[in-house]
């Protein structure tokens, strides 16, 4: 059993690479906003300083999972609101103010079927998940 994915030991989640690329293919990545060196996704990447930088062009973003869950995503949804494109990969969480506060304002939610293996991880996640999709211009869901 992978320990770490039933606790929070970590709030890390390596991105499914299948995942990545698909979405990758629709929307043409050109900054990976959640990163680290071993685990960016995009040649231009941010890590550690991403919430104090400018986010721009076409972002990914596989935020940790933990309590800043929220601070990750307020940054997605202003940097749209300044012309940059950010699909997230979350956990979801339908009855938590971050979802209502900001991922009903995006423009697409997309409901992941099943539950996602992540990283290297030999079982699925204990939790659902969702791709959200903002964008400049705005969905009218408020």
């Not at 071993?38 to 550690?48: E, L, P, R, W």
């Not at 104090?52 to 596989?62: E, F, L, S, Y």
């Not at 997230?88 to 992941?112: A, G």
């Amino acid at each position: 059993m992978n320990q770490g994915m039933y606790s929070s030991l970590t709030a890390e989640w390596a991105t499914p690479d299948w995942l990545f690329e698909a979405l990758n293919n629709e929307f043409g990545f050109t900054l990976d906003v959640c990163a680290t060196a071993n685990n960016a996704k995009c040649a231009d990447y941010y890590s550690v300083d991403s919430l104090d930088r400018p986010w721009h062009g076409v972002c990914w973003m596989n935020p940790p999972y933990g309590r800043v869950i929220g601070n990750w995503l307020r940054k997605a949804y202003l940097s749209a609101q300044d012309g940059a494109t950010v699909v997230c990969l979350i956990p979801s969480r339908t009855d938590t103010r971050w979802w209502h506060n900001y991922v009903m304002k995006s423009n697409d939610i997309r409901f992941i079927k099943g539950r996602l293996k992540f990283g290297d991880a030999v079982n699925s996640a204990p939790f659902p998940s969702a791709i959200i999709v903002f964008t400049a211009s705005p969905s009218g869901n408020v």
